[in-house]
């Protein structure tokens, strides 16, 4: 984990950990080394800060491009790892990207669903995941976040166990029916927690 990242997961924990009462379940799912792939469902932007401050290891969020057209922002969300990703099409430099991270054996954390939920219930997943999962020989790591993100209402970040992918990828199965099993994965927890 990098200095900055480090500093900045501090200042952000002392802010978010007890305004949303947030509690961690499966900590104990979370691999400590080796390439991961963590997937989540996406309700709100204080996601990834919250299942960043939570994770053992530093994550590598592939994030919407708009945000690092922000002055100083951008700074801020590359230092800390982030990437871009042009979204409504299939942006190669994003995949190469991710690509590269997980080959480097980090943790890339992506939302399947490309954007936020406006219901809050879990939508369908885009190809990236199944993507990366099957072009990798990374374990997929499926997240849930249960939360209002109303202050003092807690927050649940939820680890499922580890998948590996090793079978699919033998079977070639498609990145579409990689990313509805690992949206499987992430409305299981959701159902198992809410």
Do not use: W
Not at 13 to 30: Q, S
Not at 126 to 153: E, Q, T, W
Not at 158 to 179: C, H, L, M, Q, V
């Amino acid at each position: 984990m990098g200095k900055f990242y480090q500093f900045a997961r501090a200042i952000v924990y002392c802010f978010i950990k007890p305004l949303f009462r947030v509690e961690v379940i499966g900590k104990e799912h979370f691999p400590m080394d080796g390439a991961v792939l963590l997937c989540s469902n996406h309700i709100n932007n204080l996601d990834p800060p919250t299942i960043g401050i939570v994770s053992p290891r530093q994550l590598r969020f592939m994030a919407k491009e708009e945000l690092f057209n922000i002055p100083v922002f951008s700074l801020i969300v590359r230092a800390l790892g982030a990437f871009p990703v042009k979204r409504g099409f299939s942006d190669r430099e994003a995949l190469r990207t991710g690509l590269k991270i997980l080959k480097e054996r980090e943790v890339l954390a992506i939302f399947p669903e490309g954007t936020r939920s406006k219901t809050g219930e879990l939508g369908k997943g885009l190809a990236g995941a199944g993507f990366f999962a099957l072009r990798s020989d990374c374990v997929v790591l499926p997240c849930a976040v249960v939360s209002s993100y109303k202050p003092f209402r807690k927050t649940k970040v939820i680890f499922g166990p580890a998948i590996d992918f090793t079978s699919y990828r033998n079977k070639k199965i498609s990145a579409e029916e990689a990313t509805d099993k690992i949206m499987t994965e992430i409305r299981n927890l959701l159902e198992k927690y809410r």
